[in-house]
């Protein structure tokens, strides 16, 4: 992922920010255990107007980085436990695309 990170971030002009591909990059960077820029890149003005509703990647991203963020402190790996717990938190209203039941 790392590679995948500076290819990206590497790009001409303003591509780096466009909304999907800066989405991408936050979980790139969460992958690598960059979470202070995973989460700057899911902050603040992030548009992706191209996501549908019911299509997960920033909410998911969004889980995942604050399970990273809690063990980290811990000093242990993420478990299905700890996941199943940070997911019965909401993630920020402009993360959250998952279709209502």
């Known amino acids: 992922m790392r590679h995948e990170l500076e ?17 991408l990059r936050a979980r790139a960077a969460m992958e690598v255990g960059q979470y202070e820029l995973a989460e700057t890149l ?22 995942e980085l604050q399970a990273r963020k809690a063990v980290r402190a811990l000093g242990c790996a993420v478990t299905d436990e700890i996941r199943a717990h940070v ?9 959250d695309f ?4």
Do not use: H, Y
Not at 9 to 20: D, K, T
Not at 45 to 63: A, F, H, K, M, S
């Open 87 to 95: 997911r019965k938190t909401v993630p920020p209203p402009r993360l």
């Open 42 to 63: 899911l902050g603040g003005n992030l548009v992706v107007p191209d996501l549908r509703e019911g299509e997960l990647i920033l909410g998911e991203t969004w889980w």
């Open 98 to 101: 998952r279709q209502a039941d």
């Open 7 to 23: 290819i990206m971030e590497s790009m001409p002009g303003s591509a780096p920010q466009a909304g999907r591909l800066r989405a």
